[in-house]
């Protein structure tokens, strides 16, 4: 059973950059396709960017597009949030998921149920 640990989250200003990163355990990560996903105060989980395994054709929120960049590295069985120009409305707690099926090129999974394994998500709070 995989397992994930988000790290990087803090208080930053509007216009600064944080650098999420998801930990995973698990001898076959690198076959599995994941996303990041958050949750602002008083709000639902909401899709925020996916990644397959391979790395390419990543897909975004229209919130985030242009402004964050998801990434992994196999060897390190790590997935990464870049985000930069970040506004107070980024302000949530960042989850990353693991895909439950398997995935097909040109699909867009952004539904929490698409998703199997979660980890228990870290705090970004951005300041005006």
């Known amino acids: 059973q995989v397992q994930l640990v988000e790290s990087g989250g803090g208080l930053v200003q509007a216009g600064g950059s944080l650098r999420l990163s998801c930990a995973a355990s698990g001898r076959t990560f690198s076959s599995y396709a994941m996303a990041w996903f958050r949750q602002p105060p008083g709000k639902e989980r909401e899709f925020v960017a996916q990644?397959?395994?391979?790395?390419?054709?990543?897909y975004y929120a229209d919130s985030v597009k242009g402004r964050f960049t998801i990434s992994r590295d196999n060897g390190k069985n790590t997935v990464y949030l870049q985000m930069n120009s970040l506004k107070p409305e980024d302000t949530a707690v960042y989850y990353c998921?693991?895909?439950?099926?398997?995935?097909?090129?040109?699909?867009?999974?952004?539904?929490?149920?698409?998703?199997?394994?979660w980890g228990r998500g870290t705090q970004v709070t951005v300041s005006s």
């Open positions: 990644l397959p395994w391979s790395g390419s054709s990543t």
């Open positions: 998921a693991k895909l439950k099926y398997t995935f097909a090129a040109g699909s867009q999974y952004t539904e929490t149920r698409d998703y199997d394994v």
